[in-house]
T-cell receptor
Framework: GQQVMQIPQYQHVQEGEDFTTYCNSSTTLSNIQWYKQRPGGHPVFLIQLVKSGEVKKQKRLTFQFGEAKKNSSLHITATQTTDVGTYFCAGPRTYKYIFGTGTRLKVLA | ETGVTQSPTHLIKTRGQQVTLRCSSQSGHNTVSWYQQALGQGPQFIFQYYREEENGRGNFPPRFSGLQFPNYSSELNVNALELDDSALYLC???????????????FGEGSRLTVL
Protein backbone atom coordinates (compact mmCIF):
# COMPACT_ATOMS: atom_id res chain seq x y z
CA GLY A 1 0.00 0.00 0.00
CA GLN A 2 0.87 3.63 -0.17
CA GLN A 3 3.58 4.66 2.28
CA VAL A 4 4.79 8.08 3.30
CA MET A 5 8.23 8.25 4.86
CA GLN A 6 9.99 11.20 6.43
CA ILE A 7 13.63 11.84 7.24
CA PRO A 8 15.20 12.54 9.57
CA GLN A 9 13.23 11.02 12.44
CA TYR A 10 14.78 13.45 14.91
CA GLN A 11 16.71 16.69 14.57
CA HIS A 12 18.32 18.78 17.27
CA VAL A 13 19.47 22.25 16.20
CA GLN A 14 20.85 25.31 17.91
CA GLU A 15 18.53 28.28 17.87
CA GLY A 16 19.23 30.27 14.72
CA GLU A 17 20.28 27.25 12.64
CA ASP A 18 18.27 26.07 9.67
CA PHE A 19 16.21 22.86 9.58
CA THR A 20 14.88 20.71 6.76
CA THR A 21 12.61 17.66 6.77
CA TYR A 22 11.99 15.51 3.72
CA CYS A 23 8.89 13.55 2.82
CA ASN A 24 8.78 10.71 0.27
CA SER A 25 5.77 8.85 -1.03
CA SER A 26 5.77 5.47 -2.75
CA THR A 27 3.08 6.74 -5.13
CA THR A 28 2.32 9.98 -6.98
CA LEU A 29 0.23 12.37 -4.91
CA SER A 30 -2.50 14.72 -6.06
CA ASN A 31 -1.53 17.05 -3.25
CA ILE A 32 0.46 17.05 -0.03
CA GLN A 33 -0.25 18.66 3.30
CA TRP A 34 2.03 19.59 6.17
CA TYR A 35 1.05 19.65 9.84
CA LYS A 36 2.84 20.67 13.03
CA GLN A 37 2.20 18.99 16.36
CA ARG A 38 3.55 20.67 19.47
CA PRO A 39 4.54 18.42 22.39
CA GLY A 40 1.35 17.29 24.11
CA GLY A 41 -0.78 18.88 21.41
CA HIS A 42 -2.66 17.91 18.30
CA PRO A 43 -1.69 18.26 14.62
CA VAL A 44 -2.27 21.72 13.21
CA PHE A 45 -2.50 22.32 9.47
CA LEU A 46 0.30 24.41 7.98
CA ILE A 47 -0.14 24.26 4.21
CA GLN A 48 -1.29 22.29 1.18
CA LEU A 49 0.69 22.00 -2.05
CA VAL A 50 -1.01 20.92 -5.26
CA LYS A 51 1.10 21.72 -8.31
CA SER A 52 4.21 19.93 -9.52
CA GLY A 53 7.30 21.90 -8.47
CA GLU A 54 5.26 24.27 -6.32
CA VAL A 55 7.07 26.37 -3.72
CA LYS A 56 5.25 28.24 -0.99
CA LYS A 57 6.59 30.39 1.81
CA GLN A 58 5.18 31.27 5.21
CA LYS A 59 7.54 33.69 6.94
CA ARG A 60 10.58 31.52 7.82
CA LEU A 61 9.01 28.31 6.46
CA THR A 62 9.50 27.21 2.84
CA PHE A 63 7.55 24.27 1.43
CA GLN A 64 8.33 22.49 -1.83
CA PHE A 65 6.47 19.85 -3.83
CA GLY A 66 8.63 17.74 -6.12
CA GLU A 67 8.35 17.75 -9.89
CA ALA A 68 7.18 14.13 -9.87
CA LYS A 69 4.73 14.86 -7.03
CA LYS A 70 6.20 12.03 -4.96
CA ASN A 71 8.30 14.06 -2.55
CA SER A 72 8.17 17.26 -0.58
CA SER A 73 10.27 19.24 1.83
CA LEU A 74 9.84 21.77 4.61
CA HIS A 75 12.69 24.14 5.35
CA ILE A 76 12.80 26.45 8.36
CA THR A 77 15.27 29.32 8.28
CA ALA A 78 16.83 30.53 11.53
CA THR A 79 14.91 28.26 13.88
CA GLN A 80 13.37 29.63 17.05
CA THR A 81 12.31 27.84 20.24
CA THR A 82 8.70 28.23 19.11
CA ASP A 83 9.45 25.89 16.18
CA VAL A 84 9.78 22.92 18.55
CA GLY A 85 7.44 20.06 17.69
CA THR A 86 6.89 17.21 15.26
CA TYR A 87 6.31 18.00 11.60
CA PHE A 88 4.18 15.59 9.57
CA CYS A 89 3.49 15.44 5.89
CA ALA A 90 0.26 13.81 4.75
CA GLY A 91 -0.77 12.55 1.35
CA PRO A 92 -4.28 11.67 0.17
CA ARG A 93 -5.35 8.19 -0.78
CA THR A 94 -8.94 8.25 -2.04
CA TYR A 95 -11.00 9.17 1.01
CA LYS A 96 -8.25 9.48 3.60
CA TYR A 97 -4.97 11.17 4.33
CA ILE A 98 -1.95 9.02 5.14
CA PHE A 99 0.46 10.66 7.54
CA GLY A 100 4.19 10.36 7.36
CA THR A 101 6.35 9.11 10.18
CA GLY A 102 7.14 12.65 11.30
CA THR A 103 10.29 14.58 12.12
CA ARG A 104 10.70 15.67 15.71
CA LEU A 105 12.50 18.99 16.00
CA LYS A 106 14.20 20.18 19.16
CA VAL A 107 15.67 23.67 19.27
CA LEU A 108 18.40 24.36 21.80
CA ALA A 109 18.48 27.93 23.10
CA GLU B 1 -8.84 26.98 17.91
CA THR B 2 -10.22 24.57 15.33
CA GLY B 3 -13.78 24.39 16.61
CA VAL B 4 -13.46 20.60 16.93
CA THR B 5 -14.09 19.35 20.46
CA GLN B 6 -13.43 15.90 21.83
CA SER B 7 -14.42 14.23 25.07
CA PRO B 8 -13.22 12.93 27.38
CA THR B 9 -9.70 14.35 27.24
CA HIS B 10 -8.20 11.57 29.34
CA LEU B 11 -9.48 8.21 30.49
CA ILE B 12 -8.19 5.00 31.99
CA LYS B 13 -9.74 1.61 31.28
CA THR B 14 -8.82 -1.98 31.94
CA ARG B 15 -8.37 -4.77 29.43
CA GLY B 16 -11.64 -6.15 28.12
CA GLN B 17 -13.66 -3.02 28.84
CA GLN B 18 -15.42 -0.89 26.25
CA VAL B 19 -14.96 2.82 25.59
CA THR B 20 -16.85 5.52 23.70
CA LEU B 21 -15.11 8.68 22.54
CA ARG B 22 -17.02 11.69 21.24
CA CYS B 23 -16.27 14.40 18.73
CA SER B 24 -18.11 17.55 17.71
CA SER B 25 -17.01 18.68 14.29
CA GLN B 26 -16.48 22.23 13.13
CA SER B 27 -19.64 23.97 12.01
CA GLY B 28 -20.41 23.22 8.37
CA HIS B 29 -18.06 20.25 8.11
CA ASN B 30 -19.74 17.07 6.89
CA THR B 31 -16.80 14.67 7.20
CA VAL B 32 -15.20 13.26 10.33
CA SER B 33 -12.09 11.11 10.34
CA TRP B 34 -10.72 9.25 13.35
CA TYR B 35 -7.02 8.62 13.84
CA GLN B 36 -5.06 6.65 16.42
CA GLN B 37 -1.69 8.06 17.42
CA ALA B 38 0.58 5.88 19.53
CA LEU B 39 3.38 7.57 21.44
CA GLY B 40 6.10 8.78 19.08
CA GLN B 41 4.21 7.71 15.95
CA GLY B 42 2.27 9.44 13.23
CA PRO B 43 -1.54 9.39 13.21
CA GLN B 44 -2.97 6.13 11.80
CA PHE B 45 -6.29 6.31 9.97
CA ILE B 46 -9.10 4.34 11.62
CA PHE B 47 -12.16 5.30 9.57
CA GLN B 48 -14.05 8.21 8.11
CA TYR B 49 -17.70 9.19 8.16
CA TYR B 50 -19.34 11.29 5.47
CA ARG B 51 -22.96 12.32 5.86
CA GLU B 52 -23.61 9.62 8.49
CA GLU B 53 -22.14 6.77 6.43
CA GLU B 54 -18.79 5.05 6.93
CA ASN B 55 -16.81 6.18 3.93
CA GLY B 56 -13.61 4.23 4.36
CA ARG B 57 -11.70 2.20 6.89
CA GLY B 58 -8.07 1.67 7.78
CA ASN B 59 -6.40 -1.49 9.01
CA PHE B 60 -8.28 -1.76 12.32
CA PRO B 61 -10.33 -4.73 13.57
CA PRO B 62 -14.15 -4.70 13.75
CA ARG B 63 -14.09 -4.00 17.50
CA PHE B 64 -13.37 -0.42 16.42
CA SER B 65 -16.69 1.02 15.30
CA GLY B 66 -18.24 4.41 14.91
CA LEU B 67 -21.23 6.56 14.24
CA GLN B 68 -21.95 9.94 12.76
CA PHE B 69 -25.07 11.82 13.73
CA PRO B 70 -27.27 14.18 11.67
CA ASN B 71 -25.45 17.18 13.16
CA TYR B 72 -22.19 15.56 11.91
CA SER B 73 -20.86 14.90 15.40
CA SER B 74 -19.33 11.46 15.77
CA GLU B 75 -18.50 8.66 18.16
CA LEU B 76 -15.71 6.11 18.20
CA ASN B 77 -16.41 2.89 20.08
CA VAL B 78 -13.78 0.34 20.98
CA ASN B 79 -14.82 -3.02 22.44
CA ALA B 80 -12.73 -5.61 24.24
CA LEU B 81 -9.92 -3.16 24.94
CA GLU B 82 -6.35 -4.40 24.63
CA LEU B 83 -3.18 -2.94 26.10
CA ASP B 84 -2.04 -1.85 22.61
CA ASP B 85 -5.12 0.32 22.28
CA SER B 86 -3.45 2.82 24.61
CA ALA B 87 -2.98 5.90 22.45
CA LEU B 88 -4.15 9.40 21.63
CA TYR B 89 -7.36 9.23 19.59
CA LEU B 90 -7.77 12.18 17.29
CA CYS B 91 -10.87 13.33 15.53
CA UNK B 92 -10.51 15.51 12.44
CA UNK B 93 -13.31 17.29 10.67
CA UNK B 94 -13.24 18.52 7.12
CA UNK B 95 -15.46 19.59 4.29
CA UNK B 96 -15.63 16.60 2.02
CA UNK B 97 -16.84 16.50 -1.54
CA UNK B 98 -18.60 13.23 -2.25
CA UNK B 99 -16.54 11.74 0.53
CA UNK B 100 -13.18 12.62 -0.98
CA UNK B 101 -10.77 14.50 1.22
CA UNK B 102 -9.29 17.41 -0.63
CA UNK B 103 -8.85 20.01 2.04
CA UNK B 104 -7.47 20.84 5.41
CA UNK B 105 -8.10 18.53 8.35
CA UNK B 106 -9.12 20.31 11.54
CA PHE B 107 -8.07 18.21 14.51
CA GLY B 108 -9.49 18.21 18.00
CA GLU B 109 -7.31 18.10 21.10
CA GLY B 110 -7.67 14.33 21.26
CA SER B 111 -8.69 11.77 23.84
CA ARG B 112 -5.81 10.06 25.57
CA LEU B 113 -6.75 6.48 26.42
CA THR B 114 -4.72 4.34 28.80
CA VAL B 115 -5.55 0.64 29.00
CA LEU B 116 -4.24 -1.18 32.06
Amino acid sequence: GQQVMQIPQYQHVQEGEDFTTYCNSSTTLSNIQWYKQRPGGHPVFLIQLVKSGEVKKQKRLTFQFGEAKKNSSLHITATQTTDVGTYFCAGPRTYKYIFGTGTRLKVLA
Amino acid sequence: ETGVTQSPTHLIKTRGQQVTLRCSSQSGHNTVSWYQQALGQGPQFIFQYYREEENGRGNFPPRFSGLQFPNYSSELNVNALELDDSALYLCASSLGLAGANTGELFFGEGSRLTVL
